[in-house]
Nanobody
């Protein structure tokens, strides 16, 4: 089993910034085997892909809505992945979920394939981000 715990959400004004963190742990968790991603979900809607990062941290992938404003990064020593969100907009308001996808047989350059929910094996409970106008 793998556990993912998100933190760092909160209330921020439009144009502000937040940094989300996701700590991974568990008996089955070896950082080098998993690609990590962030998804977000608004009330009554499905989860949308935001960003993903390869296990090495060398490659990343972003949704169009996150490109140029959000940055995903990882610290393998801490088993933690981050999502730095800048220039936040009210439409960024959502619950943000961290997810881990078993990616042992994928290359770092396959990270752009990890944007679909079924690819991910483990999910965190999420952290609320609210952006006021």
């Amino acid at each position: 089993q793998v556990q993912l715990v998100e933190s760092g959400g909160g209330l921020v004004q439009a144009g502000g910034s937040l940094r989300l963190s996701c700590a991974a742990s568990g008996s089955d968790y070896t950082f080098s085997r998993y690609a990590l991603g962030w998804f977000r979900q608004t009330h009554g809607k499905g989860r949308d892909f935001v960003a993903a990062i390869s296990w090495s941290g060398s490659t990343t992938s972003y949704a169009d809505s996150a490109q140029d404003r959000f940055t995903i990064s990882s610290d393998n020593a801490k088993n933690t992945v981050y999502l730095q969100m800048n220039s936040l907009k009210p439409e960024d308001t959502a619950v943000y979920h961290c997810a881990a996808a078993y990616a042992l047989y994928y290359s770092d350059y396959d990270i752009d394939k990890f944007f679909k929910i079924p690819q991910y094996d483990y999910w965190g409970e999420g952290t609320q981000v609210t952006v006021s106008s």
